[in-house]
Structure formats: C-alpha cells, structure tokens
C-alpha cells in the first residue's frame, strides 16, 4: 500500500512565525498536493505538484508556497503564519491523473495563536 | 460551476442498523467517482472508485452506486458498527489534476 506520511500531527506556532509542513510518499508518484479542510468547507486545494521542481498554484494558495526538490517530497511552507491559517492541512499523492491511487496522509492540525 | 453536493449533512443511527449517504455532482467532464471515509482528526481513506461506466461497487459492507444519467451516487452502509462513526466525503475528478470534493456527511452510530 502507498504511505503518505506528514511529519507532524499536531503543531502550534505563533503569528508570523515560518512554518514548513512536511509530506513523503514511498511510491514513486508523480503526482503530490497539499489541501486544508475546514469545517463546512470541505478540502480545498492549495497547490499540487505533476513533477520535482513544478508546482501549480490550486485554489487558495494566497499565504503559501510550495517546494519539490525531490519526487518523494513536498513541503508546504506558510511564509508568516496567521491566525487564519489555523486549520487541518492534508497532503496527498497520485501515480495517474483522474485520481487513480490517489492517497492523503494522516493530516497536520496547524494552529497559530 | 462544478459542484458535489453530499446529504444528509450528518445523520445519527443505531448499531446495527442501515444507512445510505447521498452524493449529487454537477461535475463535467466526468472521470471518476470515489467515496472516502474520514475519521475524526485523521486523513481520508479510500472506500470504493467508480468510473463512469460502473454503477455498483462494494467493499465490505460499504456499496456504492453511480447514476451518470443523474449525477447521483449514493453510499450505502449495511449492520453499521460503532467503528464507522466517521465523516464520508464525496470526491469527483474532471480526469486532470482537479478534484471536487463534497463537504461530507457526519455519521454517529449509537450503541
């Protein structure tokens, strides 16, 4: 089975603060995303990787960017955390396009105070 | 707009009982259908992927159909246990990079 595996459960960090998220999956997939849930609104996409070194932006990457330096990993990074980035952040990976083996990790539960 | 639409917002049962989640999407194009299953504080995990040319996939006790005339799909739970106390969350893939997720249905069983 594919692991996708976040490095943090649980972090609290302070407003301002830089902020890496980690993700690592061990099946050499092209594709990696990074995604926050919120109650009531879903997971939404905040950037995703096709390739090592490509990034798109999804759909609020507003306060974030992204790093791919190597295929099995994709950090998230909050440039100057806010409190309204406190939330469930969830990194996933796929081998195809469409969603085939598609898999999220255990997810980080950020807060900024 | 592309949209997935999941009900009940959550629903409360009791063990042993059955149950069915409802998901209606107004995604185009349409690639895949799946059904993940959400535990409190953790990440989703895969129960069942339909394509558009299946319209019934099982897992256990978990069935899910597809409607593709419709856009419906619904999930279905038989002899619910304590364990499935989760949240199951509706996710469309237009076939590229782009997935539409729904904003789940929150399931309580009740011993």
């Known amino acids: 089975d594919v692991k996708v595996t976040q490095s943090s459960r649980y972090l609290v960090k302070r407003t301002g603060e830089k902020v890496f998220l980690e993700c690592v999956q061990d099946?050499?997939?092209?594709?990696m995303f990074w995604y926050r849930q919120d109650p009531g609104l879903g997971l939404r996409l905040i950037y995703f990787s096709y390739d090592v070194k490509m990034k798109e932006k999804g759909d609020i990457p507003e306060g974030y960017s992204v790093s791919r330096e190597k295929k099995e990993r994709f950090s998230l990074i909050l440039e100057s955390a806010s409190t309204n980035q406190t939330s469930m952040y969830l990194c996933a990976s796929s081998l195809l396009r469409g969603g085939y083996g598609y898999t999220f990790g255990s997810g980080t539960r950020l807060t900024v105070v | 707009k592309n949209q997935v639409e999941q009900s009940p917002q959550s629903l409360i049962i009791l063990e042993g009982k059955n149950c069915t989640l409802q998901c209606n999407y107004t995604v185009s194009p349409f690639s895949n259908l799946r059904w993940y299953k959400q535990d409190t504080g953790r990440g989703p995990v895969s129960l069942t992927i339909m394509t558009f040319s299946e319209n019934t996939k099982s897992n256990g006790r978990y069935t899910a159909t597809l409607d593709a005339d419709t856009k419906q799909s619904s999930l279905h739970i038989t002899a619910s246990q304590l364990s499935d106390s989760a949240s199951y969350i509706c996710?469309?893939?237009?076939?590229?990079?782009?997935?539409?997720f729904g904003t789940g249905t929150r399931l309580k069983v009740l011993a």
């Open positions: 996710v469309v893939s237009e076939g590229t990079y782009k997935y539409i």
């Open positions: 099946m050499d997939h092209e594709n």
